[in-house]
């Protein structure tokens, strides 16, 4: 989510006379890579727009973005092993794939979604996503077996949510150029409101409606709000523009492009670290509802725990994007991913209370998910904006194995006869400091190269 007297990636050669290169990258990206401590007010006029491209109308479209990143929550993992299962560790991997199955479609699914919105553009690429987040959550009000759950709130919804995802990752960095970061984290804090306020409801919904009611009533309601996005969310009117000032963000999607990609090594050591991220980043949210049935506690003290993670995470999520702007993304997410591994080794390797859950969901919380603000922003200081789209979707492509994480870990525990969820511990725990070793490898790099 580099020209300038200097340049940090082997993409952008040093030739002054191509400006249209210059288009290519976001303001806030050539101080926070070339220096990330030297914050420079003129960074815009560098690099050919200037600096109130950022914010106007693009505060409209963070608002409308924030009500689609709501309805990106519909974890009902627990309800349904007590109540669709039994309470085993079968069930419990059972169970897993759908929101496995969920985040994998929706990210295996983004070069198809480039070419939809290549062809049909970003309010029709919405529209389409929207009736696919209503439709899976309806149709997994019919559900009678876990096979349905897999293709409606897995599939569906997934593709729902991959249509969404990025038509809205398109439009935000067009309105933005020094503060996308903090924009792109606005946008996507809602998703923690939404964990703070949708397990309550799911809570009471379940236990006096029943699963059924529950999805239906969540599949109409997050249909209004994303209609009501896609009717506030727009690409930016670049006519009559010239050149220089058009932020417009390129859709395409090329051999060509993906080629140079995959020869891209500053790119691919990303891809590494976004692998390791992506494989552990949902174990903890996962499992912690039924960790703590595990440990003793009850329902609502379980649900309790989300929406206490949740709140972390909306602030977090600010918290994240504003010192990203400031201290560069690549140096932010190792702090906070480090923050993570070490959460899950100290926290919850001694969590059988409900106070050190507590303690746990919030550290897991405001930290977990820094990875999904910081990856669009930290793609288009890598890639620039001709090829960013096509850098989100290989990306997502080449990481969605590892949202198969929580099932695998799952797998894991029940052929191991150890204590339950302890591998869960340990896994959550490496992966993440791992992860935040290859981005400040990354960031070393990126500076050297700079230097040279």
Same mark, same amino acid.
């Given at each position: 989510?580099?020209?300038?007297?200097?340049?940090?990636?082997?993409? #952008?050669? $040093?030739?002054?006379?191509?400006?249209?290169?210059?288009?290519?990258?976001?303001?806030?990206?050539?101080?926070?890579?070339?220096?990330?401590?030297?914050?420079?007010?003129?960074?815009?006029? $560098?690099?050919?727009?200037?600096?109130?491209?950022?914010?106007?109308?693009?505060?409209?479209?963070?608002?409308?973005?924030?009500?689609?990143?709501?309805?990106?929550?519909?974890?009902?993992?627990?309800?349904?092993?007590?109540?669709?299962?039994?309470?085993?560790?079968?069930?419990?991997?059972?169970?897993? #794939?759908?929101?496995?199955?969920?985040?994998?479609?929706?990210?295996?699914?983004?070069?198809?979604?480039?070419?939809?919105?290549?062809?049909?553009?970003?309010?029709?690429?919405?529209?389409?996503?929207?009736?696919?987040?209503?439709?899976?959550?309806?149709?997994?009000?019919?559900?009678?077996?876990?096979?349905?759950?897999?293709?409606?709130?897995?599939?569906?919804?997934?593709?729902?949510?991959?249509?969404?995802?990025?038509?809205?990752?398109?439009?935000?960095?067009?309105?933005?150029?020094?503060?996308?970061?903090? @924009?792109?984290?606005?946008?996507?804090?809602?998703?923690?409101?939404?964990?703070?306020?949708?397990?309550?409801?799911?809570?009471?919904?379940?236990?006096?409606?029943?699963?059924?009611?529950?999805?239906?009533?969540?599949?109409?309601?997050?249909?209004?709000?994303?209609?009501?996005?896609?009717?506030?969310?727009?690409?930016?009117?670049?006519?009559?523009?010239?050149?220089?000032?058009?932020?417009?963000?390129? @859709?395409?999607?090329?051999?060509?492009?993906?080629?140079?990609?995959?020869?891209?090594?500053?790119?691919?050591?990303?891809?590494?670290?976004? #692998?390791?991220?992506?494989?552990? $980043?949902?174990?903890?949210?996962?499992?912690?509802?039924?960790?703590?049935?595990?440990?003793?506690?009850?329902?609502?003290?379980?649900?309790?725990?989300?929406?206490?993670?949740?709140?972390?995470?909306?602030?977090? $999520?600010?918290?994240?994007?504003?010192?990203?702007?400031?201290?560069?993304?690549?140096?932010?997410?190792?702090?906070?991913?480090?923050?993570?591994?070490?959460?899950?080794?100290?926290?919850?390797?001694? @969590?059988?209370?409900?106070?050190?859950?507590?303690?746990?969901?919030?550290?897991?919380?405001?930290? #977990?998910?820094?990875?999904?603000?910081?990856?669009?922003?930290?793609?288009?200081?890598?890639?620039?904006?001709?090829?960013?789209?096509?850098?989100?979707?290989?990306?997502?492509?080449?990481?969605?194995?590892?949202?198969?994480?929580?099932?695998?870990?799952?797998?894991?525990?029940?052929?191991?006869?150890?204590?339950?969820?302890?591998?869960?511990?340990?896994?959550?725990?490496?992966?993440?400091?791992?992860?935040?070793?290859?981005?400040?490898?990354?960031?070393?790099?990126?500076?050297?190269?700079?230097?040279?």
């Amino acid at each position: 989510m580099w020209t300038g007297d200097k340049e940090e990636n082997n993409h #952008f050669p $040093r030739n002054k006379t191509k400006t249209s290169e210059n288009n290519n990258i976001c303001a806030k990206d050539i101080h926070t890579t070339i220096n990330e401590d030297d914050h420079d007010d003129h960074t815009s006029a $560098r690099i050919g727009y200037p600096s109130h491209t950022d914010g106007g109308y693009g505060w409209v479209i963070v608002f409308g973005a924030s009500l689609s990143a709501f309805t990106a929550f519909s974890v009902m993992q627990d309800y349904l092993v007590e109540h669709m299962f039994d309470s085993s560790k079968q069930a419990q991997f059972l169970v897993s #794939f759908v929101g496995s199955i969920c985040y994998f479609v929706s990210e295996i699914a983004t070069p198809l979604v480039q070419i939809t919105l290549e062809r049909l553009g970003v309010r029709i690429t919405l529209l389409i996503g929207t009736t696919m987040i209503s439709a899976g959550l309806l149709a997994s009000g019919f559900a009678t077996t876990i096979w349905h759950l897999y293709l409606s709130q897995g599939v569906c919804y997934g593709l729902g949510i991959s249509l969404i995802y990025l038509a809205i990752m398109m439009v935000i960095p067009q309105w933005f150029s020094k503060r996308c970061s903090t @924009a792109t984290a606005i946008s996507m804090s809602s998703i923690g409101l939404a964990g703070l306020v949708i397990p309550f409801v799911m809570n009471i919904s379940n236990s006096k409606l029943g699963g059924s009611w529950t999805f239906w009533i969540m599949g109409f309601t997050y249909l209004g709000a994303n209609i009501l996005a896609c009717i506030l969310v727009k690409e930016k009117n670049y006519q009559g523009q010239p050149t220089i000032l058009n932020n417009k963000i390129s @859709a395409k999607l090329s051999k060509s492009v993906v080629k140079d990609l995959l020869k891209d090594s500053n790119y691919m050591i990303f891809i590494g670290a976004a #692998f390791l991220q992506v494989l552990s $980043r949902n174990v903890p949210f996962f499992f912690l509802p039924s960790y703590a049935t595990f440990v003793g506690l009850d329902t609502s003290q379980g649900t309790s725990l989300i929406c206490l993670a949740c709140a972390a995470s909306f602030v977090g $999520r600010i918290v994240v994007g504003m010192l990203a702007d400031r201290l560069g993304n690549l140096f932010v997410g190792a702090i906070f991913g480090t923050i993570t591994g070490l959460a899950s080794l100290s926290l919850w390797t001694s @969590a059988y209370s409900y106070p050190m859950l507590v303690a746990l969901a919030i550290v897991i919380g405001f930290s #977990f998910d820094t990875y999904y603000i910081l990856m669009p922003p930290t793609v288009l200081q890598l890639l620039g904006r001709q090829k960013y789209t096509s850098g989100l979707s290989v990306l997502m492509v080449l990481t969605s194995p590892a949202i198969l994480g929580p099932s695998l870990i799952s797998a894991i525990d029940n052929a191991l006869n150890c204590e339950q969820f302890l591998p869960h511990k340990i896994f959550s725990g490496v992966l993440p400091i791992l992860s935040s070793l290859l981005l400040l490898f990354l960031r070393f790099r990126i500076k050297k190269q700079h230097q040279q």
